[in-house]
């Protein structure tokens, strides 16, 4: 079992910055890839970003290209989303997943083993 827990999220307004951070706990957290996620009312869940187990590959949906950064220390047992220049319409609530490494990258939600519980984050026009 790994225990995911996000934090971070917030209220920011278009174009503002937030860090979300996804904290593990259990099994060695440096044998999962990671993947972020988002989900809107009313809409699927969607891969965001992922990170390799090591931290040397990552993966970012074309939306955010440019915008948003993965980065992960597995020393702190913990992956970081700097999420920057914000958009409305990136109102979500935002999910970390593990899922075994030769799965890294993946944008398939199912693929991913665990997740946490969410952080909010609401951007104002």
């Known amino acids: 079992q790994v225990q995911l827990v996000e934090s971070g999220g917030g209220l920011v307004q278009a174009g503002g910055s937030l860090r979300l951070s996804c904290a593990a706990s259990?099994?060695?957290?440096?044998?999962?890839?990671i993947g972020w996620f988002r989900q809107a009312p009313g809409k699927e869940r969607e891969f965001v970003a992922g990170?390799?187990?090591?931290?040397?590959?990552?993966y970012y949906t074309d939306s955010v290209q440019g915008r948003f950064t993965i980065s992960r220390d597995n020393a702190k047992n913990t992956v970081y989303l700097q999420v920057n220049s914000l958009k409305p319409e990136e109102t979500a609530v935002y999910y970390c997943?593990?899922?075994?490494?030769?799965?890294?990258?993946?944008?398939?939600?199912?693929?991913?083993?665990?997740w946490g519980q969410g952080t909010q984050v609401t951007v104002s026009s």
């Open positions: 990170i390799s187990r090591n931290g040397g590959r990552t």
């Open positions: 259990g099994r060695t957290f440096s044998n999962y890839a």
């Open positions: 997943a593990a899922a075994p490494a030769y799965y890294s990258g993946s944008i398939y939600y199912t693929v991913y083993d665990y």
